[in-house]
């Protein structure tokens, strides 16, 4: 291969590796990073639900794993060494992205005695250790036209893979809940604190390096005699700019729903699911406003409590949900385990 050669796979490589980052951040993906702050699924089941007065120590382990294929095209200007020249390439071809995401969420929660509002306060904390894993490959042809109006074309092919694992971004949370009978619910405000690790040259980050403010309200419908529960938990969630990409997510929109039997106070059963829609598009550089995202989630939902000691118990349940209804998002699957105990 002689140097011009050279010199036109370089930037053959180069312009396939600027479609991979287009088509991660702006093709299949809307918001910042794929997804946003609030992981989907993580209030069900009893969302509405606020508890004694007391403090409470969970354990969430959240799994996610999920796929994307994206169609590719650019078109680049390329320079002729040694001449003035400049020839027209064009790169026609699709980038598939594959993530897997594992996190340990850490929350403490305190339940106040004393009435506000006519309902019973509360604070909590919640801090994620996560790991993620990024795999993109990429596969197309470069067309390159001569001077002479000729069309030479290059098969390319080529896989870039990135982890990472770190502290994430923490969770502050007040909360306001009452109690009605059969009908239990609550009121959150979230504040999302970028404390996360962060670096703008990485593919995948823990940390979103940007706040977020969250209102949230709960509803759960608890039926004592027959064991049939209804819960619903719906939240807007209202993105900062990254100040280090200037780039800013849309308003999202998402909803968390469970339909649970429950046999006895130590198991029940159920179907959980959510719903994703943003609302507005992203905005800075390279943002689309008609790029929004769209997901939806099913699956089953089980769970109850043990025993601990003589007064004590581990409340545990686990929750899988198969996405459907994608757009502009990465499809797949998301796992949860949650544990709970009281102090």
């Avoid at 404390?195 to 979103?208: A, F, P, W």
């Avoid at 909803?255 to 959980?272: K, N, R």
Wanted: net charge neutral; glycine share 14%.
């Amino acid at each position: 291969m002689n140097k011009r050669q050279n010199y036109f796979l370089r930037n053959a490589t180069l312009l396939i590796s600027i479609c991979a980052g287009l088509a991660l951040l702006n093709g299949t993906e809307a918001v910042e990073g794929g997804s946003g702050v609030y992981a989907l699924g993580y209030i069900s089941p009893q969302a509405g639900l606020m508890p004694k007065s007391g403090t409470y120590l969970s354990y969430n382990y959240y799994g996610y794993q999920g796929k994307s294929t994206t169609a590719v095209s650019a078109v680049k200007q390329v320079a002729i060494p040694g001449t003035h020249l400049k020839l027209p390439v064009q790169l026609n071809g699709s980038m598939k992205t594959e993530v897997n995401s594992y996190s340990s969420l850490f929350s403490l929660t305190h339940v106040f005695a004393e009435k506000l509002l006519g309902g019973q306060p509360g604070l909590a904390v919640l801090l994620p250790y996560a790991k993620a894993d990024l795999d993109l490959s990429g596969s197309g042809v470069l067309s390159l036209t001569s001077p002479f109006g000729h069309v030479h074309h290059l098969n390319l092919s080529g896989n870039n893979s990135q982890s990472t694992s770190g502290i994430g971004d923490t969770t502050l949370s007040g909360l306001l809940g009452w109690h009605h009978g059969r009908w239990h619910t609550m009121a959150m405000f979230n504040l999302y604190v970028p404390t996360g690790g962060y670096d703008r040259q990485r593919l995948v980050n823990i940390g979103r390096n940007h706040w977020a403010v969250e209102p949230m309200v709960a509803l759960t419908y608890l039926n004592e005699a027959s064991g049939l529960e209804v819960s619903g938990a719906t939240g807007v969630t209202f993105n900062q700019k990254n100040p280090d990409t200037e780039y800013k997510s849309g308003t999202e929109f998402h909803l968390d729903l469970s339909v649970i039997q429950h046999f006895s106070e130590m198991f029940y059963i159920g179907l959980a699911g959510y719903a994703y829609q943003q609302l507005t598009g992203d905005s800075g550089s390279g943002a689309s406003d008609a790029n929004k995202g769209q997901v939806y989630g099913l699956g089953p939902i089980l769970g109850g409590a043990i025993p601990i000691g003589q007064k004590q118990k581990l409340f545990i349940n686990g929750r899988y949900y198969q996405e459907f209804g994608v757009e502009n998002r990465l499809k797949g699957n998301t796992f949860f385990l949650t544990a709970t105990v009281k102090f």
